[in-house]
T-cell receptor, first 116, second 113 residues
């Protein structure tokens, strides 16, 4: 069965520091998708990125970047020059296909606190 | 933002009472999901639907039932609420099987006393 491990339960940094959130996954599927979601203190879940298993190119979006490595089954998320607004819980997720229905398996989340 | 609403947004109920949470979407997406979020557990899937009247169980389905009579509505029912069902419940929608992307509603905070 699919599994997602976010080993870092909580991380605390000072503003402008770079921070990397780790995500390690397990799957037997040859085709799969990986995701990151952000949950700010207000509670909503915000979709950040989707990456399919055939595309190992790193992606950058502003201060956010994602490093996908199939060899180590990892999909890590880096925030450069962190800001207080980046404080949130971040979830990594992995697609799971069962009986033709789409599902996502989520990690337990990493709580990031960025202090001024 | 995806058009997903959940009602109620907050509810306090007593043990043993039935509770129904509603998820409504305006996106005409095929897939709908109910999750619960608890400290230390992340998001866990309760039930999901892949079409009208087509539903299936997720990881933590005991004590919950669902119904989907229309594309836009997905109901989650706790037949007899227990304190262990105190949680934040999120509904999500998914468009198709090509992307697996899911978009979440604002959540419902349920407290069972």
């Amino acid at each position: 069965a699919q599994k997602v491990t976010q080993a870092q339960t909580e991380i605390s940094v000072v503003e402008k520091e770079d921070v990397t959130l780790d995500c390690v996954y397990e799957t037997r599927d040859t085709t799969y998708y990986l995701f990151w979601y952000k949950q700010p203190p207000s509670g909503e879940l915000v979709f950040l990125i989707r990456r399919n298993s055939f595309d190992e190119q790193n992606e950058i979006s502003g201060r956010y970047s994602w490093n996908f490595q199939k060899s180590t089954s990892s999909f890590n998320f880096t925030i450069t020059a962190s800001q207080v607004v980046d404080s949130a819980v971040y979830f990594c997720a992995l697609s799971e296909t069962q009986g033709g229905s789409e599902k996502l398996v989520f990690g337990k989340g990493t709580k990031l606190t960025v202090n001024p | 933002d995806a058009g997903i609403t959940q009602s109620p947004r907050h509810k306090v109920t007593e043990t043993g009472t039935p509770v129904t949470l509603r998820c409504h979407q305006t996106e005409n997406h095929r897939y709908m999901y109910w999750y619960r979020q608890d400290p230390g557990h992340g998001l866990r899937l309760i039930h999901y639907s892949y079409g009208v009247k087509d539903t299936d169980k997720g990881e933590v389905s005991d004590g919950y039932s669902v119904s989907r009579s229309k594309t836009e509505d997905f109901l989650l029912t706790l037949e007899s609420a227990t304190s262990s069902q105190t949680s934040v419940y999120f509904c999500a929608i998914g468009k198709d099987r090509t992307t697996y992307e899911q978009y979440f509603g604002p959540g419902t905070r349920l407290t069972v006393t």
